[in-house]
Nanobody, 114 residues
């Protein structure tokens, strides 16, 4: 099992910044990829950014140049979100991917006001 605890969400004005954190614990050795997803009201949950165990990083086009995903040596993944837009408003979910399995964080609300 993998446990993911998220923090860092909140309310920010357009143009502002937030940093989300996701602390992973449990059986973490076989995690291939960690990712951030988001789900806006009335929309499907979509991947925003991912980072693999060998350092491959990918972003959805809409956040390129504004968001940065990273990991540290304490089993924590981050999503630095800059130049936030109202369209970024969503519940953000941390995810850990193993072969045939995905584990989810509890979600953290990000609200960007205009």
């Amino acid at each position: 099992q993998v446990q993911l605890v998220e923090s860092g969400g909140g309310l920010v004005q357009a143009g502002g910044s937030l940093r989300l954190s996701c602390a992973a614990s449990g059986s973490i050795f076989s995690i291939n990829t960690m990712a951030w997803y988001r789900q806006a009201p009335g929309k499907q949950r979509v991947v925003v950014a991912s980072i693999s165990s060998v350092g491959r990083i990918d972003y959805v086009d809409s956040v390129k140049g504004r968001f940065t995903i990273s990991k540290d040596n304490a089993n924590t993944v981050y999503l630095q979100m800059d130049s936030l837009k109202p369209e970024d408003t969503a519940v953000y979910y941390c995810a850990a991917l193993k072969p045939g399995q995905i584990y989810w964080g509890q979600g953290t609300q990000v609200t960007v006001s205009s």
